[in-house]
T-cell receptor
Framework: KQEVTQIPAALSVPEGENLVLNCSFT??????LQWFRQDPGKGLTSLLLIQSSQREQTSGRLNASLDKSSGRSTLYIAASQPGDSATYLCAVRTQGGSEKLVFGKGTKLTVNP | NAGVTQTPKFQVLKTGQSMTLQCAQDMNHNSMYWYRQDPGMGLRLIYYSASEGTTDKGEVPNGYNVSRLNKREFSLRLESAAPSQTSVYFC???????????????FGQGTRLTVV
């Protein structure tokens, strides 16, 4: 059974700092990995999708990497801003079965002005 | 571009009452999902529909039923609400397994349900 872990559960940084959020998964047979952002009381917004054949994806100040063999992904946020404060979730789509997404519990990020 | 739309956004029920949560997507996606999100538990899959006319149980299906009304709509029904069903419910959709490598999931804004 696929299990997804995100460490740390919470992170507080000063504005302008570069930071890394971690995601690990137990079954490396995945189709893809997706990073989401969730603001308080809101739904999930897709940030980046990395296919299993890819090593990284970039969108603006965000860069997500994938090391499928070691079961790890990182989300790098450059020059963090208070508006980046949110919970970040990663989810993997595992091969076999119904290819449903399995989620980590998220990292709550606070960027202090 | 509406994406995934859920109704209602908020609901308070008394124990034993029934209700249906509605979800519609306008992206011509094959697969649709219902999740619940609880503090400390993360997102858990309740039911999903891989294509129109099919539904399957997820991780926590007890106390719920679903209907895939057509390709656009997927509803979740609570027949006899219990306080343990107090949660935030999310509907999601994606293109389905035919294009698994680049399948990207999109979520609605959620329904906050309180059962008293």
């Amino acid at each position: 059974k696929q299990e997804v872990t995100q460490i740390p559960a919470a992170l507080s940084v000063p504005e302008g700092e570069n930071l890394v959020l971690n995601c690990s998964f137990t079954d490396s047979a995945i189709y893809n990995l997706q990073w989401f952002r969730q603001d308080p009381g809101k739904g999930l917004t897709s940030l980046l999708l990395i296919q299993s054949s890819q090593r990284e994806q970039t969108s603006g100040r965000l860069n997500a990497s994938l090391d499928k063999s070691s079961g790890r992904s990182t989300l790098y946020i450059a020059a963090s801003q208070p508006g980046d404060s949110a919970t970040y979730l990663c989810a993997v789509r595992t091969q076999g079965g119904s290819e449903k997404l399995v989620f980590g519990k998220g990292t709550k990020l606070t960027v202090n002005p | 571009n509406a994406g995934v739309t859920q109704t209602p956004k908020f609901q308070v029920l008394k124990t034993g009452q029934s209700m249906t949560l509605q979800c519609a997507q306008d992206m011509n996606h094959n697969s649709m999902y219902w999740y619940r999100q609880d503090p400390g538990m993360g997102l858990r899959l309740i039911y999903y529909s891989a294509s129109e006319g099919t539904t399957d149980k997820g991780e926590v299906p007890n106390g719920y039923n679903v209907s895939r009304l057509n390709k656009r709509e997927f509803s979740l029904r609570l027949e006899s609400a219990a306080p343990s069903q107090t949660s935030v419910y999310f509907c999601a959709s994606d293109t389905g397994t035919a294009w698994a490598m680049n399948t990207e999931a999109f979520f609605g804004q959620g329904t906050r349900l309180t059962v008293v």
